[in-house]
């Protein structure tokens, strides 16, 4: 389950049957145990959130809410299986789905996180710098907007003077990743992983390699496993 949408579909579909299913179990519950409203308002909560994180810009943050939330439900779950009078084999099930689907979640978190419209409006605005390196084109009349001015327009990319806004400290892992980037050829996680010796996991690597792609510093080439990474000269880019 490659495609960023299957995760999303999946998600959404588990999470809305988990949550039906807990509140069918809860009935099971007398009104007056707090634990029975307890869950209910957690489950409903991270559902909220595990639907809305396709639309959501701080998919990172969400995803780690909603990750402490599967903690809280399982542990709360763990209380009532060891607590109610009648058959615990329902609470046991309701746990173990949920711990499946945070599980896959956790697995899955940099996949949902990572935002592809960024790569999307990088690689065009790429496309065009090539473009108008080989000189600004001639616009029919009343059309003297330069072709990054319109996809600006059109896709609300940041101004030129809003581009660069994060220097990178280059005693820092972002900065030695830059460093390692500059003008060679580009390189996947793997082959930048090398430069730290094992010190640093391949998924830290792969966050910092994601923020330099959002703040414009890298550009990603590839899909998934064969995605590779280069810096972008941006001393050129068009107004």
């Known amino acids: ?8 579909g999946f998600v959404t579909d588990r999470i809305q049957k988990l949550t039906s299913a807990l509140y069918r179990v809860t009935d099971l519950l007398s009104d007056k145990e707090p634990l029975k409203w307890t869950l209910r308002d957690k489950a409903l909560n991270l559902y909220d959130d595990l639907v809305s994180v396709k639309n959501t810009k701080d998919k990172d943050g969400l995803l780690d809410n909603s990750l402490k939330s ?18 615990n084999l329902n609470f046991e099930i309701l746990k173990r789905e949920y711990l499946f689907l945070k599980n896959f979640i956790e697995g899955k978190k940099t996949d949902i996180a990572y935002d592809s419209k960024i790569l999307l ?12 390196s080989k000189g600004k084109p001639n616009f029919p009349s009343g059309q003297g907007q330069s072709a990054f001015e319109r996809l600006s327009a059109s896709k609300n990319l940041p101004e030129k003077s809003q581009i660069i806004v994060q220097e990178i400290d280059p005693q820092t892992r972002k900065g030695k990743i830059l460093n390692f980037l500059k003008n060679g050829p580009a390189k996947s996680v793997n082959e930048i992983a090398v430069i730290f010796n094992g010190e640093t996991s391949e998924k830290s690597i792969q966050r910092d390699l994601l923020d330099l792609v959002k703040i414009g510093k890298i550009s990603a080439i590839g899909d998934k496993r064969w995605r590779k990474y280069q810096t972008i000269d941006l001393s050129d880019r068009v107004s």
């Open 1 to 8: 389950m490659d495609n960023i949408k299957d995760i999303y």
């Open 121 to 132: 409006e990088l690689s065009s605005l790429e496309k065009i710098e090539n473009w108008t």
């Open 70 to 87: 599967f903690a809280q439900i399982v542990a709360s779950l763990e209380l009532v299986s060891a607590g109610v009078c009648v058959s």
